[in-house]
């Protein structure tokens, strides 16, 4: 996941330089397109991967794996994140499932 560090380091960088620079002034306006143009990037790369995982590596899990299995191997991940984290990632989830997802999410 090197190219997801880089992005999120290049837009780390440009969010402190804006923090850094006096409103209305066109040195805030540059940074200001280039973090649009990082988000959409970013936005873009994440699209591509997950399309690539949903696609090409789910379908091999599914056949190793149980559903059980599955279910384990994803408790263990998500239990060595930090509450806030997981708190952040799950609002965002229940956020964007409607609500026959989201009830099937959380069972």
Not at 76 to 102: C, F, K, Q, Y
Request: include cysteine; hydrophobic fraction near 40%; charged fraction near 25%.
């Amino acid at each position: 996941h090197a190219d997801e560090e880089r992005l999120f380091q290049e837009m780390e960088k440009v969010l402190v330089d804006l923090s850094n620079s006096p409103a209305g002034s066109p040195r805030r306006l540059e940074l200001l397109a280039k973090l649009e143009n990082h988000t959409s990037e970013a936005a873009n790369h994440f699209y591509v991967h997950l399309e690539k995982e949903e696609n090409s590596a789910l379908p091999l899990i599914q056949k190793v794996f149980t559903n059980e299995e599955m279910q384990q191997l994803v408790g263990d991940i998500m239990g060595r994140r930090p509450a806030e984290l997981m708190t952040s990632i799950v609002t965002m989830m229940l956020r964007n499932l409607d609500h026959e997802e989201s009830s099937v999410m959380l069972c």
